[in-house]
């Protein structure tokens, strides 16, 4: 629904997430912002015509300056890599993270009536708190009011746990500030098989458990918002170094003696113990294992590691072989029930996640594991995340043109906003330039691109 004409730029453009919700407003794209060569590629291809169009990309934003021609909006995904904790949190240490300036030099070049800027959640964390306050005041000296609000993905109807921080500022020449709001969550309760291909759609109805019938003696402080205490799980974690009531380990997949299970539940109960070593993980020695399971023999350790389910390191020493949490078991680090109300953060760097392509009607504890195992990972009844589940997770058209090659679209859609979150954020911004006349609902028509 278009609310008004407007011009607006398009920096950090990426694939066109932001573009495409500012055009269903009825935004008008006077130049963007990109230097990846394979996004420019796919943004040209869905935005730029062949023919006539004459829509320049700005190129590096660290050579743009004053525009020939003003501009309502500013907008942008301002790399993250620097505050997430995927990458190595280096801030403005970064280079990357040095490209605030940038932006903060545009803005005061050119002075749009507004700006929207989105970031990733850690930007808001102690650590790079200081950061954020000098963008804020240093944004807010060039005469904005500026706000910012972390935003999920999830409450604008896309199953994706998705937490973004996105900084809006408003010319202060008048009094917006008392009128600007942060839009509110939608109605909508979207689950997994809305935007997974191939999936069975049904809804399972949970019933609620004691948590200690699920956790034991290790019920959790808290868990995540899609993750209760007293319901099961919609997820399989596959890793041998985390444990919980739907964690599989790979002696849940190899035939193991209740004996060797037992040794291997001792060792991932006390690896993570200081009195055996710094790490968060330490492999223990023979002497330390034989004295938390009495009667052990060396045999016994050596037939798990003949059974790749061990491995020993250091002199006399085990630890697990999947002891990386992120390269689960097999190749898979986690098998996703489609009704689920979300998947978690999509990422530019890939996953090992998939998608389970039929439901588990199982609501029994102690036998919701192994019915899992026996219908969904035995008989191969799972898929890979493919990048046109990730188009749909980000809330891109189904007639969008991604990659070809499907690494770089998954990468590339991993990279990119979610598009219903920038349209309801600019409906509630809109709103305030409308009211009080900073934009027009009419577009004159000289208006050009850059």
């Known amino acids: 629904m278009s609310l008004a004409k407007f011009t607006f730029i398009d920096l950090f453009a990426g694939i066109g997430g932001f573009r495409i919700a500012l055009e269903r407003l009825g935004g008008q794209c006077l130049g963007y912002s990109e230097i990846d060569a394979e996004a420019i590629a796919v943004y040209q291809k869905n935005f730029i015509a062949p023919v006539s169009g004459s829509e320049r990309n700005l190129g590096d934003v660290q050579t743009i300056g004053k525009l020939p021609k003003s501009v309502d909006v500013i907008v942008g995904g301002v790399p993250c890599q620097p505050w997430s904790i995927a990458g190595k949190i280096k801030g403005f240490e970064d ?55 972390v935003l999920n993905s999830y409450d604008f109807g896309l199953p994706q746990d998705r937490d973004r921080i996105f900084i809006v500022g408003i010319q202060n020449r008048i009094q917006t500030y008392s009128e600007f709001r942060f839009p509110e969550p939608l109605a909508e309760k979207p689950r997994l098989y809305d935007c997974i291909e191939g999936v069975e759609r049904r809804v399972i109805k949970k019933q609620k ?15 995540g918002r899609f993750q209760k205490i007293y319901e099961l799980n919609d997820f399989f974690l596959f890793s ?30 006390n690896r993570r113990k200081k009195k055996y070593g710094p790490k968060d993980g330490n492999p223990l020695s023979f002497e330390h294992l034989q004295q938390l399971i009495p009667g052990l023999e060396l045999e016994e350790l050596e037939k798990l590691v003949d059974k790749k389910i061990l491995r020993q390191v250091q002199p006399n020493k085990y630890e697990f072989v999947n002891s990386k949490i992120s390269a689960g078991i097999n190749g898979i680090a986690k098998i996703i029930l489609p009704h689920a109300d979300a998947i978690g953060t999509l990422t530019a760097t890939g996953m090992r996640d998939y998608i389970a392509t039929c439901s588990l009607e199982c609501q029994n504890p102690k036998a ?24 749909r997770l980000q809330g891109f058209p189904d007639d969008f043109q991604m990659a070809r090659r499907e690494a770089i679209a998954r990468k590339q859609f991993g990279n990119a906003v979610s598009v219903p979150v920038v349209y309801h954020l600019g409906r509630s911004l809109l709103a305030v330039l409308l009211t009080f006349g900073m934009i027009s609902p009419v577009l004159s028509r000289d208006t050009a691109q850059i």
């Not at 699920?214 to 868990?223: K, N, Q, T, V, Y």
């Not at 444990?243 to 001792?266: A, P, Q």
């Open 209 to 223: 458990f004691p948590p200690e019938q699920l956790f034991g003696d290790r019920i959790p402080a808290s868990r």
């Open 368 to 391: 919701y594991k192994q019915e899992f195992i026996e219908t969904i990972y035995k008989p191969g009844k799972f898929k890979p995340i493919s990048a046109r589940d990730y188009a």
């Open 240 to 269: 041998d170094v985390r444990d919980g009531h739907t964690t599989i380990h790979s002696w849940d997949l190899v035939e193991t003696s209740e004996r060797e299970k037992e040794i291997c539940v001792t060792l991932l109960r």
């Open 95 to 149: 280079d990357r993270g040095k490209l605030w300036f940038d932006v903060i030099r545009v803005i005061e070049l050119n002075q749009p009536k507004a700006f929207i800027f989105e970031n990733v959640k850690g930007l808001m964390e102690p650590r790079h708190r200081q950061s954020l306050e000098s963008i804020v005041s240093e944004l807010s000296q060039l005469g904005y009011y500026v706000t910012f609000q």
